[in-house]
T-cell receptor, first 114, second 113 residues
Framework: NAGVTQTPKFQVLKTGQSMTLQCAQD?????MYWYRQDPGMGLRLIYY???????DKGEVPNGYNVSRLNKREFSLRLESAAPSQTSVYFC?????????????FGPGTRLTVT | GEDVEQSLFLSVREGDSSVINCTYT??????LYWYKQEPGAGLQLLTY?????DMKQDQRLTVLLNKKDKHLSLRIADTQTGDSAIYFC?????????????FGAGTRLAVHP
């Protein structure tokens, strides 16, 4: 099993450009998440999808959109990138209800907006 | 909402024990987790503890939970240079339907000879 995979690994954007970060999991998990990690601030939840067909806002959703394409894939879109969105983005998945709710993380996408 | 706090930095000598501390605010949190992040990598689950437990041991790792004080700790015995990483505490509060973990800011552990 590959676990949680993310593409791309690195990306540089100019202000105003758009891009989509891709995430896929092969663990048949119900729930998927997008976080951003900034120095000294830990992980902040952007959006999550508790199950296929549902998405909900997290702590910092402004400037982002998400799509739960199917049970495996959950993408994050930046419509008009801003320097404040320079960060490391992590996708995670979780079995969901009935388990211990732990989350499994991808390797991250390092995004720089100039 | 739930708040999770950790000290940001800990330095220990190789071979000593490390103790990383975490406090949280929601006493109804059901599961509590420790994750490890090595440089340039994602977070890796180290261990978790259920709220009805006081202690959990897994090889060199010992997790202690004090529910009264809302305090969680991770002890790493015989700390090695490979343990140098950022350690995140996370809790699962019932609010949000058990779908969201709340993370602390992370403690950077530096192990020196």
């Amino acid at each position: 099993n590959a676990g949680v995979t993310q593409t791309p690994k690195f990306q540089v954007l100019k202000t105003g450009q758009s891009m989509t970060l891709q995430c896929a999991q092969d663990m048949n998990h119900n729930s998927m998440y997008w976080y951003r990690q900034d120095p000294g601030m830990g992980l902040r939840l952007i959006y999550y999808s508790a199950s296929e067909g549902t998405t909900d806002k997290g702590e910092v959703p402004n400037g982002y959109n998400v799509s739960r394409l199917n049970k495996r894939e959950f993408s994050l879109r930046l419509e008009s990138a801003a320097p404040s969105q320079t960060s490391v983005y992590f996708c995670a998945s979780s079995p969901g209800t009935g388990g211990t709710y732990e989350q499994y993380f991808g390797p991250g996408t390092r995004l720089t907006v100039t | 909402g739930e708040d999770v706090e950790q000290s940001l930095f800990l330095s220990v000598r190789e071979g000593d024990s490390s103790v990383i501390n975490c406090t949280y605010t929601d006493s109804s949190s059901t599961y509590l987790y420790w994750y490890k992040q090595e440089p340039g990598a994602g977070l890796q689950l180290l261990t978790y503890i259920f709220s009805n437990m006081d202690m959990k041991q897994d090889q060199r790792l010992t997790v202690l939970l004090n529910k009264k004080d809302k305090h969680l700790s991770l002890r790493i015995a015989d700390t090695q240079t490979g343990d140098s990483a950022i350690y995140f505490c996370a809790v699962l509060p019932p609010s949000g339907g058990y779908n969201k973990l709340i993370f602390g800011a992370g403690t950077r552990l530096a192990v020196h000879p």
